[in-house]
């Protein structure tokens, strides 16, 4: 992967929130994160979101681009510390902490990125509060719980192309809400929400 012409202009556009920027960063870095991710964790679930976190703790932290000097080993880091968190959290027994812990570094969230986080979250749902009923269940079922449009389909009685119609619906009027009441955080909320690599496969 070659580097970006001008980077540093783009990584300095990306600390000061430009949002058309921080989608240029991503498009040209969100494969190598995620083969990082899969090489880590063995499975393309995990390393895809992993990947979509990876990418919503750099908006977090784009403050800090500017003393970035080397921005592919910088998110390397990331990548390695947020699996480290997956691992520890999700699968690490208390005897492997340490065997963990000497292959990677840990990084709690500052209080500042805790409190961006909770935006963004919190306009989030207030964007799916927008969404009628039967488009928030099918959306709720397929992001916050993980159903394929066939398990929706089931749930809601409906069929799996009208799930794909409700989703496609919920994620226009979620983008346009963001778009006018959120546009500091529109764009790294919808990949918070989005399905990873829509773009690229």
Avoid: C
């Avoid at 991503?26 to 990418?55: C, N």
């Avoid at 500042?112 to 009923?133: C, F, M, N, R, T």
């Avoid at 994620?171 to 990873?196: C, G, M, Q, S, W």
């Amino acid at each position: 992967m070659h580097q970006l012409e001008d980077e540093k202009e783009l990584l300095q556009r990306v600390a000061n929130a430009d949002q058309e920027a921080f989608s240029i960063l991503y498009e040209h870095y969100a494969r190598h994160v995620y083969g990082l991710a899969l090489r880590l964790m063995k499975s393309p679930e995990i390393a895809q979101d992993l990947t979509q976190e990876v990418f919503v703790r750099v908006w977090m932290k784009r403050d800090h681009l500017l003393t970035v000097q080397q921005f592919r080993p910088w998110l390397n880091t990331i990548t390695r510390n947020m699996a480290m968190d997956y691992l520890r959290k999700k699968v690490a027994a208390p005897e492997n902490e340490e065997y963990l812990t000497s292959f990677f570094t840990d990084t709690a969230p500052s209080v500042e990125e805790q409190l961006a986080l909770k935006q963004l979250e919190g306009a989030i749902l207030q964007a799916v509060d927008q969404l009628s009923p039967q488009l928030k269940t099918a959306f709720m079922l397929s992001r916050f719980q993980g159903l394929t449009h066939t398990e929706i389909a089931q749930r809601m009685n409906i069929s799996p192309i009208t799930s794909k119609s409700h989703l496609v619906r919920a994620l226009a009027i979620i983008r346009k809400y963001l778009e006018e009441n959120f546009p500091e955080i529109a764009l790294v909320a919808l990949l918070y929400l989005t399905p990873l690599f829509s773009a690229f496969f």
